[in-house]
């Protein structure tokens, strides 16, 4: 079924300044008409996105969301589809985060679904999954006994998944949040992943490495909830505590030496964020339940762009669009001059 997607269009052109750059912006608000909160997003340019999340909601645009197609995953309309991946505009995968535990992959631009993981097992709860350029992908999860994490691995152009063989041990109280999608990424034009936990103790993991990060944690609501990759040295972390969303505290850290050490940004962004965004190499976006702001100097001075709240943003993979979706159905369109 198609529907209108402009029934609430509204447009901010404007621009930012600061000592760095220059960057011209235009957000335009559009509204899906379903009272859905929306977690994963998946831009292929500025004319295909598609968007995931509760009450078994896929939506897909081919015209850069003038219209918006709900896709209907048949047997699974109750779902909570957290996280997906989209490869164009006929393929994507799309994961549900528990009883059970999913992965279902669609080859027709969302007209069947086919169900290509399950995991029925108590406890079970899939938090996101990465897709890197060779069709290879690596899924994060939650502890299920032993405090192992729970990861699992996918090769190239296999749609078998695999647990892992080095999942990292977690501490207690340590678990991954199912907040964007974007907890767990691949370092650009490599096999190597990198991820980020939180909860009673937030730390960032890579083949080689295991970090502390500088954020907020000791809480259930705590720690980091998304990372971003420039490349195997550079890497942003967003997160805070989701309960005080305009807290600063401890809400962003950054890298420049692979995760080996942590720095704070000068002025953090605007409160708990959930997902954070390389547009270009010293331009990140990032989003939480209370805002939206952009960085134009790597990260290091923050500037807010909207208090309307996003769960998620992501950049097209043409790198000429970002796209936005967050609670009760709110998407949106960021265009970069
Ligand atoms: C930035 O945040 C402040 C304080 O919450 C708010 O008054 C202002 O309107 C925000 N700016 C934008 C562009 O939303």
Redesign the pocket.
Known sequence: MKFKLFLFSFTFF?FIQTNYAQVNYTLTILDSGHRVSLRGLSAINNQVFWVSGSSGTVFRSEDGGKTLEKLTVKGFEKRDFRDIDALDARHAYIMAVDSPGLILKTSDGGKSWKTIFTDTSKGVFLDAFAFNQDGAAVVVGDPLQNKLAYMLLKKKDDDHFQKSMNSPVLETGEAFFAASGTNVQYVPGTRDYVLVSGGMVSRFFNKNEITKLPLLQGAETTGANSIAVWDKDNMYVVGGDFLHDKDITGNACYTKDGGKTWLYPETPP?GYRSCVMYLKENILLTCGTS?VDISTDGGIHWK????LGFHVCQLSKDGKVVFLAGQGGRIARLTLE
């Open positions: 404007s605007f805002g807010n762009i909207s208090t």
